[in-house]
C-alpha cells in the first residue's frame, strides 16, 4: 500500500515563498507521472501542476508563472515550488499519480497566505 507523505507548508505572507515536498513510503516515484493538488476550504480538490504524457507540464491558470513543479528521482521526492504566493493560495496541499487510479490520499499539507 502506497502512503503519500507531503510537507512544507506554513504560514507566509503575501508575496511569500514555499516548497513543498511530497514522497511514498512503499513506492518508487520514478516512472510514475505525478501531479499536485490542493483543496481551499468548502472547495473541490483540484489539480494545478502535473506531468503530461509527452513529458511537459502544465499549470493550472492561476499559480502558472508562479509555481514550479520538479522532481528529485534520487531522493524519491516530487516537489512544488511557489513563488509570489497570494492569500487565494490558501489550501491544503496534496500530491498524487496523475496517470492511473489514485494512490491513497495522504494528509496534505496545509498553506496559509496571509494578506
Known amino acids: 500500500q502506497v502512503q503519500l507523505v507531503e510537507s512544507g507548508g506554513g504560514l507566509v505572507q503575501a508575496g511569500g515563498s514555499l516548497r513543498l515536498s511530497c514522497t511514498a513510503v512503499g513506492k518508487i516515484l520514478d516512472g510514475y507521472r505525478m501531479g499536485w493538488f490542493r483543496q481551499a476550504p468548502g472547495e473541490q480538490r483540484e489539480l494545478i501542476a502535473r506531468w503530461t504524457r509527452d513529458g511537459t507540464i502544465n499549470y493550472e491558470e492561476s499559480v502558472r508563472g508562479r509555481f514550479t513543479i520538479s522532481r528529485d528521482s534520487a531522493k524519491n521526492m516530487v516537489y512544488l515550488q511557489m513563488n509570489n504566493l497570494k492569500p487565494e493560495d490558501t489550501a491544503v496541499y496534496f500530491c498524487?499519480?496523475?496517470?492511473?487510479?489514485?494512490?491513497?490520499w495522504g494528509q496534505g499539507t496545509q498553506v496559509t497566505v496571509s494578506s
Open positions: 498524487n499519480r496523475v496517470d492511473g487510479p489514485w494512490w491513497s
